[in-house]
Structures are given as C-alpha cells and as structure tokens.
C-alpha cells in the first residue's frame, strides 16, 4: 500500500492515544494489512515529524500534537473547542502572507494584528518555533534551520487553508 495511505494510519492510531514504541506502531499496521518494517515506520515519523515525548512520570510515547488533530480535514477543525477556534479566527483573519529568511519566518499582517497573531501562534506550541518578536504588522518566528522555517510556513498556510475551507 502507499506510503500515504500508511502514514494515515499512523496518525489515526495516535490520534486515538499514544504509542510507547515503534514495534507497537508496526503491529498495529500489519494487523491492518500493511507489510512494514521498523525502519520504514521511524522514516514515516520523521517524515510526519512526530517523536517521542515524555509525559508526567510515565515513559516516553509517540503522541500526537493535539492541534495537529484539528487540521486533518474541515470536519475535525468543526469539532475543535471554542478557545482553539477563535484563536485560529485570528490567525486567519490578521495574516497576510509569509517569508521564509534563513531560519527566520517573517509574517506579516493586518496593521495592528501581529501580536495577536503571534498569540494565536504561541498558542499552538509547535516544536519549530524557537521564539518569536511580534511588532505592528510584522512577526520574526525564529526557527533553529531553514528547513524548519519553511515547514513552519508550510504548517501556518495548511491551517490557514483549511480553516478558510
């Protein structure tokens, strides 16, 4: 089956709860009829950026971000709580667009939204943003490489696309 289809399936399971390995993440998919390896499921990790965290006195597990779980589709953002959606209400409403600058994301906004943006930002805790300075109209989002500057970019327009949608 294709890698998509499988890396569905890995969100699906972790969306249902954590996973502590990633044997446990192989059994779970070839009880669903795909043929996997180790590897190829720590490759599909990396891929979908998902690590292992640790959580209050347990072990560390695979979890998903729980505001990845609102993206998925438009269904799932419907079923997101008031507070996420309205803080998603502001992102969209004061973005305008977005560079990417080495490792620095520049976003710029409505005048007057950035810090609001920037609220709505921090509030999503993703792993990518090192910290952020928040102006008039204008957002610096510190990245730790290019590479994760751009995945953040790619990150804020798919929200911003799917909450338009």
Same mark, same amino acid.
């Given at each position: 089956?294709?890698?998509?289809?499988?890396?569905?399936?890995?969100?699906?399971?972790?969306?249902?709860?954590?996973?502590?390995?990633?044997?446990?993440?192989?059994?779970?998919?070839?009880?669903?009829?795909?043929?996997?390896?180790?590897?190829?499921?720590?490759?599909?990790?990396?891929?979908?950026?998902?690590?292992?965290?640790?959580?209050?006195?347990?072990?560390?597990?695979?979890?998903?971000?729980?505001?990845?779980?609102?993206?998925?589709?438009?269904?799932?953002?419907?079923?997101?709580?008031?507070?996420?959606?309205?803080?998603?209400?502001?992102?969209?409403?004061?973005?305008?667009?977005?560079?990417?600058?080495?490792? !620095?994301?520049?976003?710029?906004?409505?005048?007057?939204?950035?810090?609001?943006?920037?609220?709505?930002?921090?509030?999503?805790?993703?792993?990518? !943003?090192?910290?952020?300075?928040?102006?008039?109209?204008?957002?610096?989002?510190?990245?730790?490489?290019?590479?994760?500057?751009?995945?953040?970019?790619?990150? !804020?327009?798919?929200?911003?696309?799917?909450?338009?949608?």
């Amino acid at each position: 089956m294709k890698e998509n289809a499988r890396q569905k399936k890995i969100l699906e399971l972790l969306s249902s709860g954590p996973a502590q390995t990633q044997e446990e993440i192989v059994l779970y998919l070839q009880n669903e009829g795909f043929s996997v390896t180790q590897a190829t499921v720590s490759r599909d990790l990396q891929k979908l950026n998902l690590n292992k965290v640790s959580e209050k006195g347990k072990k560390s597990v695979y979890k998903l971000d729980e505001s990845r779980l609102y993206y998925e589709n438009t269904e799932d953002f419907k079923k997101m709580p008031d507070s996420m959606r309205r803080l998603l209400r502001v992102l969209t409403e004061g973005f305008s667009h977005a560079d990417v600058a080495q490792n !620095i994301l520049v976003i710029k906004t409505a005048p007057g939204m950035a810090m609001a943006v920037a609220a709505a930002l921090d509030s999503l805790h993703y792993k990518e !943003i090192v910290g952020s300075i928040a102006g008039d109209d204008t957002i610096f989002c510190v990245a730790k490489t290019n590479e994760e500057a751009i995945l953040l970019q790619k990150r !804020i327009q798919d929200i911003i696309k799917t909450a338009m949608a």
